[in-house]
């Protein structure tokens, strides 16, 4: 298994609060992905990174911001979260040595419930 | 735009019925790949499978085989001889080249019933 950790697994918060969730990997690995995942729309992609200091925003990316200073940690974060944020949250990494071969690889997800 | 469908929401079978999977990805691109992720009721989401579009062959692995028709950009996944642990969401997902950015499905709810 690729080694992916994601904190905290678990949170609840309230609307308004700001909110960071990080995603650890061991695999030294260029690529990280947010996603996250509601009823109904499958999985969708947040922001990813594809190097130290270097993001992109992904199909949903409103209300989110990244922030990537070590190549073993991308974090992803809510500066004000909203009910409408309430998801379970994904962390992906992949090598990045070429679409051909490469695959991406999850963590075990933070479920995330705003109040 | 690029489009990925899962039509089946939901597919019962007992056990070790085959079960098989569809999934079309509608785009203009001449070469990209698709994955397959398995989703059980834990909730990890485990990768199970890739395909290249330029991939002419049709391949087994184990119990799993995927078809692919170029023409209809439909990739079909097989679970053979299905057994309980294969209960599980199952997720197409395809992608370009460039950044490796997955595009999900609505995803295929698979129950195996002893």
């Known amino acids: 298994d690729a080694g992916i950790t994601q904190s905290p697994r678990h949170k609840v918060t309230e609307t308004g609060t700001p909110v960071t969730l990080r995603c650890h990997q061991t695999?030294?690995?260029?690529?990280m992905y947010w996603y996250r995942q509601d009823p109904g729309h499958g999985l969708r992609l947040i922001h990813y990174?594809?190097?130290?200091?270097?993001?992109d925003k992904g199909e949903v990316s409103d209300g989110y911001s990244v922030s990537r200073s070590k190549t073993e940690d991308f974090l992803l974060t809510l500066e004000s979260a909203t009910s409408s944020q309430t998801s379970v949250y994904f962390c992906?990494?992949?090598?990045?040595?070429?679409?051909?071969?490469?695959?991406?690889?999850f963590g075990p997800g933070t479920r995330l419930t705003v109040l | 735009a690029q489009k990925v469908t899962q039509a089946q929401t939901e597919i019962s079978v007992v056990e070790k019925e085959d079960v098989t999977l569809d999934c079309v990805y509608e785009?203009?691109?001449?070469?990209?790949?698709l994955f397959w992720y398995k989703q059980p009721p834990s909730g990890e989401l485990v990768f199970l499978i890739r395909?290249?579009?330029?991939?002419?062959q049709n391949e087994i692995s184990g119990r799993y085989s995927w078809n692919f028709q170029k023409s209809t950009s439909s990739f079909n996944f097989t679970i053979t001889a299905s057994q309980v642990v294969d209960s599980a969401v199952y997720f197409c997902?395809?992608?370009?080249?460039?950044?490796?950015?997955?595009?999900f499905g609505g995803g295929t709810r698979v129950l195996v019933k002893p």
């Open positions: 992906a990494i992949s090598s990045g040595f070429g679409a051909s071969t490469d695959t991406q690889y």
């Open positions: 695999e030294n690995h260029r690529y």
């Open positions: 990174s594809y190097g130290v200091k270097d993001t």
């Open positions: 785009t203009r691109d001449t070469t990209y790949y």
């Open positions: 395909r290249n579009s330029f991939d002419e």
């Open positions: 997902a395809p992608t370009k080249a460039a950044g490796n950015k997955l595009t």
